[in-house]
């Protein structure tokens, strides 16, 4: 098998060209002053399939030879990869046949087909799909393209590295999400053969911690199946080659939960107006978490995709709001009287509080016969100004209770 090598990242950029877009990588004058360190972001989510996987898979690509390209190519993917597959193959005119879980997100699955890849749906989880995919490639002789185990796929995602030097010349330090390994470790390849100093740090989800485990276990382990929104990096079991790669060049893997991912995509949203899925996320959501000690140093975080379903987006938004006290639920318990509804409201307007959305019920909550309950949603401006809306319903003798 070949070496994962600074040479081969050099001539994977050579063989790309211009192929795969030089994503952006610019300085966040908010995030630096949150984090407390000059911290830029490299938006891999602005590819034309949303995410880094591009690279890795057009390099893979570009060195088949004519015999397998006649043959065509095979992928297992719930998404990112997929894509990047599907949409290079076609424009090289080879043929691609991608297996996708039966749970795939439709959206994925049509984005897939539309670059021009027939999608096969087949088993529950990646690794079912996966095992279907290498079943086929051997009954049709497909070339398999692994999405992370593949030294032509790593020193294709390794082209990021090169790029951060050319964009950040004085860069000491890089936060990279993990799933299998092939993102970051062509990436540390490429920054640690020029300069050994750049800190190299890697972040996975609390719950698939696949490539942690491995290094403490000295070997790759699989890991029990468990659900996490970074669903790009959920790899229960890390490959082969990667383990080696990253002991070699990554300094340390740390942890994130969903809530602090969820967090970290709002951020980015709101304050950088760009789409992060999980997986684009976590690096950030370790960086602004201080689950690793950077030391002020200057730092870029990848924003490796933005392939996010819009209902968990929609989900993320609420849950944010709810969290940083702009979104409220209160249930206010009142008299069953003409009138009392109107007191309420005129308080709320009174406090400067949108009205989103109202429940009443009398029959439920077990009030008495002579009162009814009310559950209203407000739009407020924070901390402060709940604690200003409880005080003026205390002050008017209404009895509420928040709802978390």
């Known amino acids: 098998m070949k070496d994962v090598t600074a040479q081969t990242i050099q001539a994977a950029r050579a063989r790309i060209g211009r192929a795969v877009l030089l994503s952006p990588c610019h300085l966040s004058h908010y995030l630096s ?23 890795g898979a057009l390099n893979k690509l570009l060195t088949l030879d004519p015999a397998q390209r006649e043959c065509g190519v095979m992928a297992a993917s719930a998404g990112n990869h997929a894509q990047g597959v599907a949409f290079h193959a076609a424009a090289q005119g ?23 890849a027939e999608v096969i749906l087949h088993g529950a989880s990646y690794d079912e799909a996966c095992d279907e995919a290498l079943r086929l490639c051997a009954l049709e002789h497909h070339t398999f393209i692994h999405p992370f185990d593949d030294p032509d796929v790593i020193a294709g ?17 890089v936060v990279v999400p993990v799933g299998g390994g092939g993102l970051i470790n062509g990436v540390a390849c490429a920054l640690k053969e020029s300069n050994p100093k750049i800190r190299v740090v890697g972040v996975q ?41 990253a002991t070699r060049y990554v300094d340390e893997i740390v942890t994130v939960d969903d ?16 789409l992060a899925e999980g997986a684009g996320a976590a690096a950030l959501a370790a960086v ?43 249930r206010v318990y009142l008299l ?22 109202t429940i009443h019920n009398r029959a439920y909550y077990g009030v008495s016969l002579g009162e009814t309950v009310i559950d209203v949603t407000l739009e407020t ?13 205390r002050e008017a003798a209404f009895r509420f209770e928040r709802i978390q």
């Open 336 to 357: 069953d009287r003409p009138g009392a509804l109107l007191a309420l409201t005129q308080i709320l307007a009174r406090e400067r509080a949108n009205i989103v959305e």
């Open 259 to 274: 809530e602090e991912i969820a967090s970290a995509i709002l951020m980015l949203l709101e304050h950088e107006k760009t």
């Open 381 to 393: 401006r924070g901390a402060p100004h709940i604690a200003a809306i409880g005080h003026a319903l």
């Open 33 to 55: 002053e949150l984090a407390g360190l000059p911290l830029y972001l490299k938006f891999e989510n602005l590819q034309r399939t949303g995410s880094f996987k591009e690279r």
């Open 205 to 245: 989800p609390e719950k698939l911690p696949s490539m942690l485990r491995a290094r403490e276990a000295g070997a790759p382990v699989t890991l029990m199946p468990e659900a996490t929104i970074a669903d790009g990096i959920a790899v229960r079991r890390t490959g082969d080659l990667t383990l080696p790669l």
């Open 157 to 173: 995602q390794g082209v990021i590295g090169l790029e951060l030097l050319e964009q950040v010349p004085e860069i000491e330090a």
């Open 94 to 116: 080879i043929r691609a046949q991608i297996v996708m879980p039966l749970a795939t997100p439709l959206v994925k699955v049509a984005a897939t087909r539309s670059y021009g």
């Open 288 to 330: 602004v978490h201080s689950k690793t000690n950077l030391r002020h140093r200057r730092t870029v975080v990848l924003v490796s995709g933005g392939n996010i379903d819009v209902t968990l987006l929609a989900k993320i938004i609420e849950r944010g709001l709810v969290k940083d006290g702009r979104l409220l639920r209160i």
